[in-house]
């Protein structure tokens, strides 16, 4: 109850006082409550809202992220695994809400309750699906070829364009005339498989799994023994070769080339990219080439690693730091438990485990250390530096000025805080004192000198005309009394 009575006092004081670490602090133009937990930002015409315990962010327009990395939703698609998605687009859309669906395509509409009753169009790679009691019975449609399932996956038929049927793993044949003929016994052990036959690279394979497997066709060969130990791989003018995988490889071909010697050494080229082992997992090196780009990535130990590409550069030693460079500036983290860039991470997750932060942007530098308990703004020579809710002492144009227990007390260019008040501080009678000096600052000696000397002079010039008057006076009293009765 007292917990409650000092919070309620502490957001119906001056806002001043708001500003109380860890209830409410600021660090450049993010606002937090209770510490790193709520977060709340608008730049740029941009609102971004972060509530970390619920691992849940609003960006606008219309960006949700929900139990982070679980949820995300957005005007395009939205998710939450395992029981809720939703595709749009200009004509069509699908919802899942598990355990119903619905949509909607340019031609017709769609739903169903899984596993009662359903159908779709245009999912799945399928043209219509449709089921009753799944997986009692199921039907899928594609170019042509409608496959009906009775007790998936244990008996399937298959017309049309593409015959034949499935009687569990036992036995299935499947015959395309002109295109396609496939049977297996036991799958996936004994398969025998032609396809292609009406293309100019028609692919036969025959597989006794995992004992003897071989596809061939007048471009190809792959040819295996107690698959993966030894295999033998050729596509056109490239060779790989595994004598017994995962310790010996070797690629030849114009392309690409390489040798694996695992653990010690492996290098692999693909036209200009390049991919180094040594000592594997200790190093890594990765060389790629997108367009006119080069990205580089260095990894010690699988999870440590420097990198540069698109995004900018990229350096971290798990658990202890992790530095970025990029267009947004630069920023460094301790630690760096877990070593991923990812936006949503990023914004959600990573203030929660991040003890001090530092990032710079052109002359803009911030510091935030242990939740906001010290902070530090800098660009140029101006700058703010404040310790929790106890002291905090900036240097703006005006000049510098300071406060403690964020307000109680404090003195700036202009005002002065007394008990969380603000008092706007009158500088016009400063400045006249100064007689032609800077607002604020001091006249010089000799400027202070000349002014007593011309305020003495005044004064002597007041007296001397009082004293002439005085006199004057005197005169004229004789002829006062003579005129009167």
């Given amino acids: 109850m007292r917990a409650c009575v000092i919070l309620l006092l502490i957001l119906l004081s001056p806002c001043s006082l708001a500003a109380f670490w860890p209830v409410y602090w600021e660090l450049g133009n993010e606002k937090n409550l209770l510490g790193p937990l709520i977060s709340y930002e608008k730049k740029d015409d941009k609102t971004h809202l972060t509530v970390r315990p619920l691992l849940s962010s609003y960006d606008s327009p219309r960006t949700y992220s929900i139990l982070f990395p679980?949820?995300?939703?957005?005007?395009?698609?939205?998710?939450?695994?395992?029981?809720?998605?939703?595709?749009?687009?200009?004509?069509?859309?699908?919802?899942?809400?598990?355990?119903?669906?619905?949509?909607?395509?340019?031609e017709k509409s769609y739903g169903g309750v899984f596993p009662f009753y359903g159908k779709l169009y245009h999912r799945f790679r399928r043209d219509e699906i449709g089921f009753a009691l799944w997986?009692?019975?199921?039907?899928?449609?594609?170019?042509?070829?409608?496959?009906?399932?009775?007790?998936?996956?244990?008996?399937?038929?298959?017309?049309?364009?593409?015959?034949g049927f499935r009687l569990g793993p036992l036995y299935g044949r499947r015959n395309i005339p002109g295109e396609r003929?496939?049977?297996?016994?036991?799958?996936?052990?004994?398969?025998?498989?032609?396809?292609?036959?009406n293309a100019d690279n028609p692919k036969k394979s025959l597989w006794a799994f995992p004992f003897y497997m071989q596809t061939t066709s007048p471009q190809s060969s792959f040819y295996a023994v107690m698959w993966p130990l030894f295999t033998y791989t050729r596509v056109r003018d490239r060779t790989e070769i595994h004598a017994p995988w995962p310790f010996y490889e070797r690629t030849t071909g114009t392309e690409e080339s390489g040798v694996h010697l695992w653990p010690v050494y492996s290098r692999r080229?693909?036209?200009?990219?390049?991919?180094?082992?040594v000592l594997w997992p200790i190093y890594k090196k990765t060389e790629r080439y997108p367009g006119e780009s080069r990205w580089t990535q260095t990894r010690i130990l699988i999870i440590d690693k420097y990198e540069k590409d698109d995004r900018g550069t990229f350096f971290n030693i798990c658990p202890f730091f992790e530095y970025r460079r990029g267009s947004a500036g630069?920023?460094?983290?301790?630690?760096?438990?877990?070593?991923?860039?990812?936006?949503?991470?990023?914004?959600?997750?990573?203030?929660?485990i991040t003890l001090y932060e530092y990032r710079k942007k052109g002359e803009k530098t911030t510091t935030n250390l242990l939740y906001g308990f010290y902070t530090k703004e800098q660009e140029?020579?101006?700058?703010?530096?404040?310790?929790?809710?106890?002291?905090?002492?900036k240097q703006e144009p005006g000049g510098m000025g300071f406060e403690v227990f964020s307000g109680l007390f404090g003195v700036d260019a202009n005002r002065v805080k007394i008990f969380y008040i603000p008092i706007k501080r009158d500088k016009a009678g400063a400045a006249?004192?100064?007689?032609?000096?800077?607002?604020?600052?001091?006249?010089?000696?000799?400027?202070?000198?000349?002014?007593?000397?011309?305020?003495?002079?005044?004064?002597?010039?007041?007296?001397?005309?009082?004293?002439?008057?005085a006199e004057d006076d005197v005169r004229d009293l004789p002829r006062q009394e003579a005129a009167s009765p």
């Fill in 380 to 393: 140029g020579e101006y700058w703010k530096r404040r310790l929790a809710c106890l002291l905090e002492v």
């Fill in 330 to 352: 630069s920023v460094f983290y301790f630690p760096s438990i877990l070593p991923w860039r990812n936006e949503g991470f990023d914004r959600i997750v990573r203030p929660l």
């Fill in 269 to 277: 080229r693909t036209d200009k990219d390049e991919v180094t082992y």
């Fill in 181 to 197: 003929r496939s049977s297996f016994v036991l799958w996936p052990f004994f398969i025998k498989d032609e396809k292609d036959l």
């Fill in 70 to 106: 679980l949820g995300k939703s957005t005007e395009e698609k939205a998710y939450f695994v395992p029981v809720y998605m939703r595709h749009s687009s200009k004509n069509a859309y699908d919802v899942a809400l598990f355990p119903f669906f619905w949509g909607k395509t340019p």
């Fill in 432 to 469: 006249d004192s100064t007689d032609g000096g800077e607002r604020g600052q001091p006249a010089p000696v000799g400027e202070r000198q000349a002014a007593d000397d011309g305020n003495t002079q005044d004064k002597g010039d007041r007296v001397q005309g009082s004293i002439e008057a």
């Fill in 135 to 163: 997986p009692l019975y199921s039907y899928s449609t594609w170019e042509g070829t409608t496959r009906t399932n009775i007790i998936w996956p244990l008996f399937s038929f298959y017309k049309g364009r593409e015959e």
